[in-house]
């Protein structure tokens, strides 16, 4: 063993726990965000989860591991596609226009880009040879030009009632009541396209890809048949996510997809989810022009990263004005290193954030300093 490596420190990578277990790493560890789909602005709620995300990948590098995050656009979606029509745009550049006023906005809030930003449209090809690979290990059927994944046994893996999954399938546009499949839980990993609908050559005629199987094949094509965090909002936590890892499952035969999850609770206003369909979004590039950027990203981090929330104009003001004393501490010099620990231990543990920055409010200093370089606050 080389000298110099043997007597190097460990840091904290075997002392990371996420998600209320240890997750001892190796570099690189692989990042698996959950992106967009471009047809809207981006509200509070989507830069919760990207905010988080780029949080976590942080700490794992102050842990001493490296990063490789990859963050998917979804170009390929039927919601996208009504979205242009409705528009009278063209879905791909449409797309791109969202793209960027996204892009720009994640730039104001100080998040990384990330390391790959695959493009469903780009990955069409890897879907076809997942339905091939399912269909050969006889986890899919095909049915009508369209190939469907046999998906019975997620739900209970989700460990969810039957109810409660079918209800959320149907949210999500799987169509559980579809008299085409098996079961109501099977789900389309390619569906046939009609002439006005997007749409690319397969062994099972034109069509397109099923959502979760984009990101299946996604991952796959970027970073291999596993990954070290799978990281989105809660809500997709099933069907998305739990379909999207069974499906990697049943094509590789690698178990688990995800070493551990980052589900960020949803940010809900007015005491509902923040959605279109209920008109009560509070758009980032809204809040941008009011606030600092730095105060609007400690308003999504400065909180149990898991748990839903109820976002107030209030809330906002509390965290300016946290930013200012945390800036008032971190010009002093009375930190020990003892603190500094103290905040690097709390942000591995789980990315105890509210406890890091009770620590680095009150010590100051360098405690200070490094929380707000980490978190990308200064």
């Known amino acids: 063993m080389d000298g110099d490596a043997a007597g190097a420190p460990l840091g904290y990578t075997d002392r990371i726990r996420l998600a209320g277990a240890p997750l001892p790493v190796i ?14 602005v981006t509200h509070l709620g989507h830069a919760a989860t990207f905010v988080w995300a780029d949080a976590a990948a942080a700490v794992l590098r ?43 906005d994640m730039s104001a809030l100080r998040v990384r880009r990330p390391t790959h930003e695959p493009r469903a449209r780009h990955h069409v090809w890897q879907v ?10 006889g986890r899919a059927y095909e049915r009508g030009g369209a190939v469907y994944f046999r998906g019975c046994d997620v739900p209970a893996s989700a460990g969810l009632a039957l109810d409660d999954a079918e209800r959320r399938c149907a949210e999500f546009g799987d169509e559980p009541d579809d008299p ?10 390619w569906r046939p396209s009609a002439a006005d ?33 799978l990281a989105g909002g809660e809500d997709l936590a099933f069907p998305h996510h739990a379909y999207q890892a069974a ?10 997809f995800a070493r551990a999850q980052l589900p960020v609770g949803t940010v809900r206003a007015h005491g509902a989810k923040m959605a279109k369909s209920t008109g009560n979004l509070v758009l980032v590039s809204d809040l941008l022009r009011d606030h600092p950027p730095a105060a609007v990203r400690l308003l999504l981090l400065d909180r149990v990263w898991h748990r839903s929330w109820d976002h107030t104009a209030a809330e906002v ?20 290193p003892a603190s500094v620990d103290a905040v690097t231990a709390a942000l591995v543990d789980d990315l105890d954030v509210p406890r890091a920055l ?11 300093r490094l929380l707000l370089r980490t978190l990308a606050l200064a």
């Open 27 to 40: 570099s690189p560890v692989r990042f698996y965000v959950c992106g967009i789909t471009p047809y809207d």
């Open 62 to 104: 102050l842990a001493g591991a490296d990063t490789v995050t990859c963050r998917n656009v979804t170009d390929v979606d039927d919601v996208l596609t009504r979205a242009a029509v409705e528009r009278g745009r063209h879905y791909d550049e449409f797309a791109l226009e969202q793209e960027y006023l996204f892009g720009r």
């Open 128 to 137: 076809v040879q997942l339905a091939a690979a399912l269909l050969a290990a």
């Open 180 to 189: 085409a499949r098996d079961d109501p839980f099977d789900v389309a990993v």
């Open 197 to 229: 609908e997007p749409g690319w050559p397969s062994p099972w005629g034109r069509g397109r890809p099923g959502w979760h199987a984009e990101c299946a094949a996604m991952a796959l094509g970027v970073l291999g048949a596993a990954v070290d965090v």
């Open 247 to 256: 499906m990697v499952e049943a094509a590789t035969g690698v178990c688990p």
């Open 317 to 336: 003001e509390r965290a300016a004005a946290r930013l200012e004393r945390l800036y008032s501490a971190a010009g002093t010099t009375t930190a020990s």
């Open 358 to 368: 009770g620590v680095a409010e009150e010590e100051g200093g360098e405690a200070a």
